[in-house]
Nanobody
Framework: QVQLVESGGGLVQAGGSLRLSCAAS????????MGWFRQAPGKEREFVAA????????YYADSVKGRFTISRDNAKKTVYLQMNNLKPEDTAVYYC??????????????????WGQGTQVTVSS
């Protein structure tokens, strides 16, 4: 079974940037749609961004559109989330997740089958 490992989180000032990475353990990574979600203390897990298995299609939450960019490198079995102009409200644990490439349900976390352990992102004001 594919395992997902996130990295790249940390503490950054408002207006700064971070790039999260999510590395997969298996070559089947290229058949999965990939998503990024986040969860702040006391809040439900929310959709951030998703990318189709081919990389041709990307989707973003309105709250991050224009600031975050999702991308993938299937040869490296890795998906990225470039986060620019970070705001304190972006503070959360960020998770990457995988779903079948046949799915079109990018936003609903229930439709994802595999999850990483999460990486903390903290944005100070």
């Amino acid at each position: 079974q594919v395992q997902l490992v996130e990295s790249g989180g940390g503490l950054v000032q408002a207006g700064g940037s971070l790039r999260l990475s999510c590395a997969a353990s298996e070559h089947t990574f290229s058949t999965y749609n990939m998503g990024w979600f986040r969860q702040a203390p006391g809040k439900e897990r929310e959709f951030v961004a998703a990318i189709s298995w081919s990389g041709d299609d990307t989707y973003y939450a309105d709250s991050v559109k224009g600031r975050f960019t999702i991308s993938r490198d299937n040869a490296k079995k890795t998906v990225y989330l470039q986060m620019n102009n970070l705001k304190p409200e972006d503070t959360a644990v960020y998770y990457c997740a995988a779903q079948s490439g046949y799915s079109r349900a990018y936003v609903d976390p229930i439709r994802y089958d595999l999850w990483g352990q999460g990486t903390q992102v903290t944005v100070s004001s």
